[in-house]
């Protein structure tokens, strides 16, 4: 079945230590997207990638960073400069631009005590 | 510029009343793509519908039905005979075909509870 897959479902971290998220997808996209939620928000966009090795900041890139190396493939990592990095994390992916909507992953919910 | 809003924060009903989520929208493209996705509480959001702005009639699936009106910009949801099983945050979105890269804007959500 093709999707989207992130891993892990839960994540622990201790304050000052740099995390990764995975996402990755099966649906030959070209277009993927990284966002945060946090409890009662809605969504904000922290990067995209439209293409292989190309990228974009979103509205909330700072203390982020992302690559696109593979077009399965676009890892998150929340680094210690973001200040408050606990939260709820959608990976999603489309085809093309998202005049033809998103197919979103199941989340990682990261807490960092 | 493009803007989503839901004014709704969150609304409560009683299982099988008809309830209404709100979702007016701003865009200066004439060919525009809107959205809803259900998020129940496992957290993935789920597709449920997209409209392009030259396609003004309206939709029903089972239960839900959509109102799309251009002249007053609004793309509303009806949830008729609600269900426990329906209980989620919905999130209204727009794609315009030439502004904001393509990328979807998404409406702060509305939060709805079932009760039994």
């Known amino acids: 079945d093709g999707g989207i897959t992130q891993s892990p479902k839960y994540l622990f971290r201790k304050e000052g230590q740099n995390v990764t998220l995975s996402c990755e997808q099966n649906?030959?996209?070209?277009?993927m997207y990284w966002y945060r939620q946090d409890p009662g928000q809605g969504l904000r966009l922290i990067y995209y990638?439209?293409?292989?090795?190309?990228?974009q900041k979103g509205d909330i890139a700072e203390g982020y960073s992302v690559s696109r190396e593979k077009k399965e493939s676009f890892p998150l990592t929340v680094t210690s400069a973001q200040k408050n990095p606990t939260a709820f994390y959608l990976c999603?992916?489309?085809?093309?631009?998202?005049?033809?909507?998103?197919?979103f992953g199941s989340g990682t919910r990261l807490t960092v005590v | 510029a493009q803007k989503v809003t839901q004014a709704q924060t969150e609304i409560s009903v009683v299982e099988k009343e008809d309830v209404t989520l709100d979702c007016v929208y701003e865009t200066r493209d004439t060919t525009y793509y809107l959205f809803w996705y259900k998020q129940p509480p496992s957290g993935e959001l789920v597709f449920l519908i997209r409209r392009n702005s030259f396609d003004e009639q309206n939709e029903i699936s089972g239960r839900y039905s959509w109102n799309f009106q251009k002249s007053t910009s609004s793309f509303n949801f009806t949830i008729t005979a609600s269900q426990v099983v329906d209980s989620a945050v919905y999130f209204c979105?727009?794609?315009?075909?030439?502004?904001?890269?393509?990328?979807?804007?998404f409406g702060k959500g509305t939060k709805l509870s079932v009760k039994p």
């Open positions: 649906l030959n996209h070209d277009a």
């Open positions: 990638s439209q293409i292989v090795n190309d990228f």
């Open positions: 999603a992916s489309s085809h093309g631009q998202g005049v033809y909507g998103y197919t």
């Open positions: 979105a727009l794609s315009e075909a030439r502004g904001s890269q393509g990328n979807l804007i």
